[in-house]
């Protein structure tokens, strides 16, 4: 028999560094899930990603149980990674402040193309650029499907 689902939360965790102090523990403590726990859980599962930013989905059940699934790095951050940045451009607009290849855009969706709402690389390499053009990052040469 399957166990009553009694919600869901989502966090943004560096891998590896999973602790009870906020915003995990009182996140977690509030909807009575065991902290310590999912720490240990999460911690053993991304210590091959520590430091990265990872997006995972807690499911809790009403007996206080969970489960969780771990995402890729969000898109923003592995621009910023590609583009060896800090941070976008206060004003995207105006002020660039890097250059991507097309195919360094293809590598990123690649690696996200599961967790983002599309079917193919293509349109993947889009939503990958559009998030690199509002961080002020330009991207280099023409769409490779056009050529």
Same mark, same amino acid.
């Given at each position: 028999?399957?166990?009553?689902?009694a919600?869901?939360?989502?966090?943004?965790?560096?891998?590896g560094?999973?602790?009870p102090?906020?915003?995990?523990?009182?996140?977690?403590?509030?909807k009575?899930?065991?902290? &310590?726990e999912?720490?240990?859980?999460?911690?053993?599962?991304?210590?091959?990603?520590? +430091?990265k930013?990872?997006?995972?989905?807690?499911?809790?059940?009403?007996?206080?149980?969970?489960?969780?699934?771990v995402?890729?790095?969000?898109?923003?951050?592995?621009?910023?990674?590609?583009?060896?940045?800090?941070s976008?451009s206060?004003?995207?607009?105006?002020?660039?402040?890097a250059e991507?290849?097309?195919?360094?855009?293809?590598?990123?969706?690649?690696?996200? &193309?599961?967790?983002?709402?599309c079917?193919t690389?293509?349109?993947? &390499?889009k939503?990958?650029?559009?998030?690199?053009?509002? &961080?002020?990052i330009?991207?280099? +040469?023409?769409?490779?499907?056009n050529n």
């Amino acid at each position: 028999m399957a166990k009553e689902i009694a919600g869901q939360l989502k966090l943004q965790i560096k891998g590896g560094a999973a602790n009870p102090s906020p915003p995990v523990g009182p996140a977690l403590g509030s909807k009575g899930v065991n902290i &310590m726990e999912f720490c240990k859980q999460f911690n053993a599962r991304t210590q091959d990603k520590a +430091g990265k930013v990872l997006p995972v989905v807690i499911t809790y059940y009403a007996d206080k149980t969970f489960d969780f699934i771990v995402k890729n790095p969000p898109v923003a951050i592995q621009l910023l990674e590609a583009t060896k940045q800090k941070s976008g451009s206060a004003e995207p607009n105006r002020k660039k402040v890097a250059e991507i290849t097309w195919e360094q855009v293809r590598t990123i969706a690649e690696d996200k &193309m599961a967790d983002l709402n599309c079917f193919t690389v293509e349109s993947a &390499m889009k939503m990958v650029a559009g998030t690199a053009r509002s &961080m002020g990052i330009t991207v280099k +040469g023409t769409f490779p499907a056009n050529n």
